[in-house]
């Protein structure tokens, strides 16, 4: 097991990659605690819950809302939950997403930590303070940030993860390195086979040094006035395909950073490209869909202007501020 450490400024976070569901209560210890889960973790894992409350939600996109953090909020009520109790969201990107801001708002802010188990959740979403829920159908327009007191990233539990969920995960491991390190690119190509077959020590690998390059980041720039905007390389188209496709977040970033990669006119764009769909991702939109509208409803908008992310190289990127409409032609 290895320990990273993200500093925030309200608190700081340890996220555990290789520690095990099974020994959570050594972090809860013997404050109260009330458990958030989506249904299908529920039903794959809830018998090796510790003996808390489980508040129930649903799964996808659609539930990311604030109807649900309502729901939790007013299930935590009934649960006699009080400021000394810690939440912990066990899931995937949705559950920790609703369940780090449904801590954050019940009385004005309480302890939390979550048990990821989906890989884009141990790389990406559960790691770095972002929480928050879309608004009628945009992305994470409600939100605050906030740092879970700890993050277990149990790749064990990664067996049970339906194909196109573990290459989603992979996107954004990609992702990383792709902006941040070449090295890792080149392990990413060679050692897919391994990888998509979950083998322990290339996943184990591969979610810490994601992990790694995340935390640098946020360390540096926790509320993303700065470098943070370098992990959104690929998110702004990213975000209009999965708004108005159905295309998962790790699909639709995959498409968004090709789109990046050759806008930005580095000869590697191909073998990103090539890397993505070694992992089973896609790397067209396949049909023509008009999704101007939705990028200039992209929640990183300044005007008429939007922060787009760039690559120099593959391990290299920058962020320029670019027009809308002259994003549009980089379809
Ligand atoms: N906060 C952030 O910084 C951040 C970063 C990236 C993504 N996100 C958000 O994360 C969300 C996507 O997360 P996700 O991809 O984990 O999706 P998800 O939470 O919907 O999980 C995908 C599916 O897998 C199921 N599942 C979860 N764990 C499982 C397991 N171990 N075995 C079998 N099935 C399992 C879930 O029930 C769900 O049906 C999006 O809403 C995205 O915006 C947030
Ligand atoms: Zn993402």
Redesign the pocket.
Known sequence: MKEIKIKGCSNDSSIFVGESLDNLSKYIGDRNSVIIT????SK??GDRFPHSPVIQIG???KI?TMDTVLYILRKMVQCSCDRSTILIGI???????IAGFAASLFMRGISFGFVS??L??QV??SC?G???VNLDGF??MIGVFNQPEFVICDTS??S???DR?IS??FA?IIKHAAIFDSAMFKFLSENYKDALSLDKDIVDKLVYDSVVIKSNIVNQDETEQGVRKKLNFGHTYGHAIEKITDY???EAISIGMVIAAKASGISEAEDLSNLLQKYNLPVNIGKNIQITDALSKDKKRKSSTIDFVFLSKIGGCYVKNVIIDDVATYL
């Open positions: 989506d249904e299908k973790v794959l894992y799964t996808g996109e990311k899931g995937g990107g949705i559950v920790t997403d188990t989906t884009l959740a990406d979403a770095g972002k929480n928050g992305k994470n539990l990664l049970t993860l339906p969920e989603c995960g954004e998962n977040h790790g």
